[in-house]
């Protein structure tokens, strides 16, 4: 727990007279003690023999609120030992704040995560985005930061004339009516298998239209935008995801122009021979890359320039882009750019992550060659409904647990291998399983007619819990400032098996009182955290399973 930490680190910077920082304390073996400090840096800093320093400090603690008693060991190592019941009433009594020990972080953020593009359905590759975008939302938004999540459309550009080009040559709007995506996406794959030379200019001509304004193009585009957004909206729904806002690169589609005249007039982009806009980065840091082409439309990367200045004036401290990293070089090059451009005012980032690879080709896409995002969902929520000696009631939120776990567990810059056996394994480092911890942990609380308090000193394996009990406050702090909610997956699940080992070993109900009371402590207090914890992670902690 931090603020012990800090106390022991005040404590010993006023009696070493040096100074003390908390990554200084460590965590020994349990046998060892509760915290410990090397004292060797300081002896040779004070110039004095470390053992010696060591066993002067260890008396100078005695009789010292929290601490139970110092040992000194080795060459110089103090080991604390806490008195347990002190430390517990105080971690308990952190932990039921509103903040539960967490120290707040200040700021407004603006985080844009999933942003799928116009009339193709999401795919396997959404699926890490939505879950590690959505539980950072939720993370920003428990320490304390003012959150703006952003959904932001891939509405703009050539490939939006080749669904409306395609429509017009293949499409009904009966069949559109009738399922929408399916059919866009019908289009967008037949154009792409049969478009020739001529198809693709013509579909470029439908882009321009867009871009001009022409009446019937506007139309269309817009009801494939229409379509697009209401059919994600029924999988966010499901996946418990809520956006406060859903934009797109049309949203900033003439500040792209501005954006191409301002860079032009400053020196940042020059002009090729063929009338197309690039960047030239200085001692090429990164490649050339084209703004603008030579038939005068804007790309992706230019809309972001827009887009990045309009977050600045909208007054956001902190722009997250969790996107997939095969965009890394966008990203350097449009920080580069905007860095041109002086803006300054806003911290960007971009979210990277590594890619989802399935084990099990069982799913594949009937058309097309993508991994639908909604045939995951059902497969997850069949598989969960069919594990084998459990009788699943909420198999939707377990199948969706388990595949926000499966995604989250995994620090975001390493790839994963999706494998179902391991995502719905009870036993193992899976979602159910923390599920079903929580479930039974919420299941003693049902059992016992006591209410919790912290009374006695604790026995090892109840000592052992609250020590992990204690490490909430700084994983979720990690956990932000990291960008990186596998902290809080990966702290829960141990956090998990410390609390079946305890129960394990520790029989909670129709015990002496006073022992039942502090056991019953102790596994409300985990019943707190893990509802908590699930919920930073977009898991649904469940009343009975
Ligand atoms: N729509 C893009 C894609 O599907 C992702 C957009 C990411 N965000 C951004 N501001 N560039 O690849």
């Not at 359905?121 to 952003?150: A, K």
């Not at 896409?365 to 969960?384: P, Q």
């Not at 997956?489 to 109900?509: G, K, M, W």
Request: aromatic share 8%; proline share 2%.
């Amino acid at each position: 727990m931090k603020q012990i930490k800090r106390e022991l680190v005040s404590k010993l910077s006023e009696k070493l007279d040096v100074e003390v920082s908390i990554s200084d304390i460590e965590r020994p073996e349990p046998e060892h003690g509760d915290f410990a400090y090397p004292v060797m840096k300081a002896a040779s800093e004070l110039g004095e023999n470390p053992r010696q320093l060591a066993e002067e400090t260890a008396e100078s603690f005695e009789n010292h609120g929290f601490i139970d008693s110092v040992g000194v060991a080795g060459p110089g190592y103090l080991n604390f030992h806490l008195d347990r019941e002190s430390f517990a009433s105080q971690v308990l009594e952190v932990l039921e704040t509103d903040s539960m020990g967490v120290e707040a972080r200040d700021g407004s953020m603006l985080v844009e995560f999933s942003a799928p593009n116009l009339a193709k359905p999401m795919h396997i590759g959404h699926m890490r985005n939505n879950v590690i975008g959505d539980s950072l939302q939720r993370i920003m938004r428990f320490i304390g930061y003012e959150v703006t999540s952003e959904n932001y459309i891939g509405d703009w550009g050539t490939k939006h004339g080749q669904v409306i080009y395609a429509f017009k040559k293949w499409g009904s709007q009966e069949e559109f009516d009738e399922n929408p995506m399916d059919h866009m996406y019908d289009l967008y794959v037949k154009l792409h298998d049969e478009a020739d030379e001529e198809d693709k200019e013509k579909a470029r001509e439908w882009s321009k239209k867009i871009e001009e304004g022409d009446e019937e193009a506007v139309r269309l585009w817009e009801m494939f935008r229409e379509a697009t957004i209401e059919h994600n909206e029924k999988e966010y729904d499901r996946m418990g995801i809520e956006f406060d806002r859903v934009t797109g690169e049309s949203v900033v589609a003439d500040e792209a122009q501005e954006v191409i005249e301002n860079g032009l007039e400053k020196g940042i982009f020059e002009e090729d021979y063929d009338g197309s806009i690039y960047v030239d980065f200085e001692d090429d840091k990164y490649p050339n890359t084209v703004v603008k082409r030579s038939d005068g439309s804007t790309l992706y990367l230019s809309r972001d320039v827009a887009n990045i200045q309009k977050r600045e004036e909208e007054g956001f401290d902190y722009n997250l882009y969790i996107v997939a990293n095969e965009q890394d070089l966008h990203f350097q090059q449009l920080f580069e750019i905007a860095e041109m451009f002086g803006v300054e005012g806003i911290q960007n980032e971009h979210i990277s992550y590594g890619m989802v690879h399935l084990q099990d080709g069982s799913i594949s896409s009937s058309k097309g060659n993508i991994i639908r995002l909604s045939d995951l969902m059902d497969k997850a929520v069949d598989k969960a409904a069919e594990i084998e000696g459990r009788d699943v009631d909420n198999a939707e939120e377990v199948g969706l647990g388990a595949i926000r776990y499966a995604n989250l567990s995994v620090s975001r810059s390493k790839d994963i291998n999706f494998d179902w056996d391991d995502v719905l394994d009870f036993e193992g480092d899976s979602g159910p399983y923390l599920q079903y911890t929580n479930v039974r942990a919420k299941s003693i609380l049902r059992e016992t007619e006591k209410e919790g308090e912290t009374v006695g000193t604790l026995e090892d394996e109840e000592y052992r819990l609250l020590k992990k009990l204690s490490e909430f406050p700084e994983k979720v702090e990690a956990a932000a400032d990291q960008r990186e909610p596998a902290k809080i997956a990966n702290y829960l699940s141990d956090l998990s098996e410390e609390f079946n080992s305890f129960y394990h070993s520790c029989q909670v109900t129709g015990v002496e009182e006073k022992i039942e009371k502090r056991r019953v402590k102790l596994v409300e207090t985990f019943v707190e955290v893990t509802d908590q914890g699930l919920e930073l992670l977009g898991i649904e902690p469940l009343d009975e399973m």
